[in-house]
């Protein structure tokens, strides 16, 4: 402490409260092939600006944490350790401290495998694994940053990675989230999630998602594959931001807003081969999709449902779906532009129940099972060509009923 440093290899620091302790600015521990395991709070600990190395070393079973490091100015760097078992979490950062970690496995803790709180605290994980803890794997609360790279978040108990709170952001690179109990990744009361070049695969319920207003996640050139319910979703007023991903044979819906406030953009997305739906909305969430395509889906390429909910498609595929490219019911909306609706094996476009409006703006909807275009049950259809629509070209291949209406409209 208090400017005093150590150099440790081949130690053990076992059963005391603390395994190695470094205090106070200037004071520094170094550890290599060290064992600080089976203490009464943690293996290492850093705090008031102190600072810890080390390599290769073991921090398993103690009772509260593996590694923890506390106030600005404090540091922990890692490289090839184990932090495992520990009694709440493997690896943690908080009141402005950092820890940078390569090569670690931060397993089977009770909480967390990473945990990060408070403004100015900083996690940083490179070819790390926090795997099999008992809530998440890394979880970033209070405004605290964790930078995760080529790293492996699989089979938490709850989520693989969480972001809560304003202020917070969980930045992923090149990694892995899969397996997880509920959630792969979640951004939830105003935290942030980002990732690029991820994988999001086989999680229990969701992929990945942003809950409550405030919360924020974007996806660059991720793949969110086969989920037990939905790959993306936004609810209860969460933000999702997805361009070029691959959102594929998750169990029931590809992507999805849901609630007021929630809303989904996506771009050069595909959205295929999902068990009911490619891409939805409900519930007043709203979705705006650019060039995307949304085929090979059980039921529907796009469905939309309940009054206020609203969907804006612009140069996008909605083709080879089992029943319908587009579906939308209960009071739902959908400006269509410049997009196809082709080859699905009931209707190019379904539209049902009064307050149902669908506005079609130079669109393909052909060789479609039955109709190109169906309008049942007090619904409207618009359909509008360059220069506009006459009545016999409206009428060709569009199925309405007695309560509801199609439309030619002028641009």
Request: hydrophobic letters at 35%; aromatic letters at 4%; glycine letters at 14%.
């Amino acid at each position: 402490r208090e400017g005093g440093s150590a150099v440790c290899t081949g130690c053990e620091m076992q059963e005391n409260q603390y395994g190695v302790c470094a205090l106070n600015a200037g004071a520094s521990v170094t550890l290599h092939k060290c064992n600080a395991s089976w203490n009464e709070r943690y293996g290492v600990s850093s705090s008031d600006g102190g600072a810890v190395e080390a390599a290769d070393c073991i921090l398993n079973h103690n009772q509260q944490l593996g590694i923890g490091a506390w106030h600005q100015n404090s540091m922990v760097t890692l490289l090839r350790c184990h932090a495992m078992h520990n009694g709440r979490t493997g690896l943690a950062s908080r009141v402005g401290s950092s820890i940078a970690a390569r090569d670690c496995v931060l397993t089977g803790n009770r909480q967390f495998g990473v945990y990060v709180c408070g403004p100015g605290s900083t996690v940083t994980l490179k070819c790390c694994t926090a795997s099999d803890n008992g809530l998440y794997g890394v979880g970033a609360s209070e405004g605290g940053t964790a930078e995760v790279s080529n790293s492996a978040m699989h089979r938490n108990q709850q989520a693989g990675v969480v972001s809560k709170d304003p202020g917070s952001l969980v930045a992923l690179r090149d990694s892995v989230v899969a397996e997880n109990q509920r959630i792969g990744a979640a951004a939830i009361v105003c935290g942030v999630v980002e990732a690029a070049g991820c994988s999001i695969l086989r999680n229990q319920r969701v992929g990945i998602g942003a809950w409550h207003q405030g919360s924020r996640l974007s996806l660059y050139n991720c793949t969110v594959s086969d989920n037990g319910a939905t790959g993306v979703t936004a609810i209860e007023g969460g933000h999702v931001n997805v361009v070029e991903c691959v959102v594929k044979a998750n169990l029931r819906v590809g992507v999805v807003a849901k609630d007021r406030g929630s809303r989904v953009t996506l771009h050069r997305t595909t959205t295929s081969e999902n068990g009911r739906i490619g891409l939805g909305a409900r519930a007043r969430g709203v979705v705006e999709a650019v060039e995307c395509c949304m085929g090979r889906n059980e039921q529907s390429g796009v469905a939309i449902k309940d009054a206020g909910s609203r969907m804006s498609l612009v140069k996008c595929k909605l083709n080879d779906n089992g029943r319908y490219g587009l579906s939308v019911r209960e009071g739902g909306s959908v400006d269509a532009v410049d997009c196809e609706m082709l080859r699905n094996s009931h209707m190019g476009v379904c539209v049902w129940h009064e307050g149902s409006t669908v506005s079609i703006w130079r669109c393909e909807a052909t060789s479609n099972g039955t109709y190109s275009v169906g309008a049942r049950d007090g619904s409207e259809v618009k359909l509008y060509g360059s220069g506009g629509v006459d009545e016999e070209e409206m009428s060709a291949g569009v199925e309405v009923d007695e309560a509801s209406r199609a439309v030619a409209g002028r641009e």
